[in-house]
């Protein structure tokens, strides 16, 4: 026993005189870590990146400061109480670090959060707004068809942190129910005047693949060069999954003007996903909606 302690005293000695060596030579002195190349990116395309402050080319958002490598997701505490016309949701984002409510938040297209409610069946379809009160928690109310089975999907940006996105199900009292998969509807719509049609043949699942949709003149034919921009962007796209677990939000790859609105959606997988494009027209926002096969 004492022949152990002795030689365990004497090891520790040994490292302890080899550390103290390596800490102090030059050769292992590593330089201190440099400040990155690029300091400020646009949230909703990463892949732009300026060190000086700017706007993104693609979709003309305000460039904003990169956050340090952080890639912990945002827990959102999310409450959904019955209303006489449809529902009042409440989110409230915590740290997940501090687990405190976070107070400040990037604006992105011109809104601190980006809420989208979609029936389960995938009916119904809302892009909304939720309010930031003064304890930090989102609150809105939201106005549904029926009750029944909702998802909400919800888009924000926490100062210094990555873009986040959210989504979980609930529902306004009635047991949840599996509803028939929407057909497939890849023929143009009608709306507001415009006839908007969909070029999906591009698509493949796990690969940034483009996604082309075309406005014209319902009457004329002729194409709609006259799209206004739309919290910052030319338009906004939402992808869901049938079953309703995969939820994409994107925007056009280049900011246009005409008629030709091109995506570069990552599907992840195959499968039947149904899309909501929208845009702006004369003060209307107008939205067409298509159900399309992925493989």
Partial sequence: MILRTARYRACLALAFAVLQLLAFSPVNQLPAPSAPSSLYWC??????????????????MKLVPMPPARFGSYPVDLRATPTLSGV??????????????????????ERAMHLFVV??????????????????????????????????????LPAGATPQTFQQAFTTGESFVR????????????????????????????????????AEDAVSGAPVTDLEPYLGASAHLLIVSVDLTEAIHGHPTADEKGSNLAFAPVIPRTGRYKCWLQVQRRGVVSTAAFVIDVE
């Fill in 88 to 109: 009042r949701l409440r989110l409230a984002v915590t740290d997940p670090t501090t687990h405190a409510i976070v107070r400040r938040f990037e604006t992105v297209h």
């Fill in 179 to 214: 509803h028939p998969v929407p057909a497939l509807d890849a023929a143009p719509k009608t709306t507001d005047g415009m006839r908007i049609s969909i070029d999906a043949s591009l698509l493949k699942s796990g690969e940034a693949r483009k996604l082309t949709f075309r």
């Fill in 43 to 60: 949230p909703m395309h990463p892949d732009v990146r300026l060190d000086t402050p700017g706007v993104c080319p693609i979709c003309g």
């Fill in 119 to 156: 029936s389960e069946g995938l009916e119904f379809f809302a892009h909304e707004h939720p309010v930031e009160q003064r304890d930090g928690v989102f609150m809105l109310d939201v106005a549904l068809p029926q009750r029944g089975t909702y998802m909400a999907i919800a888009d924000f």
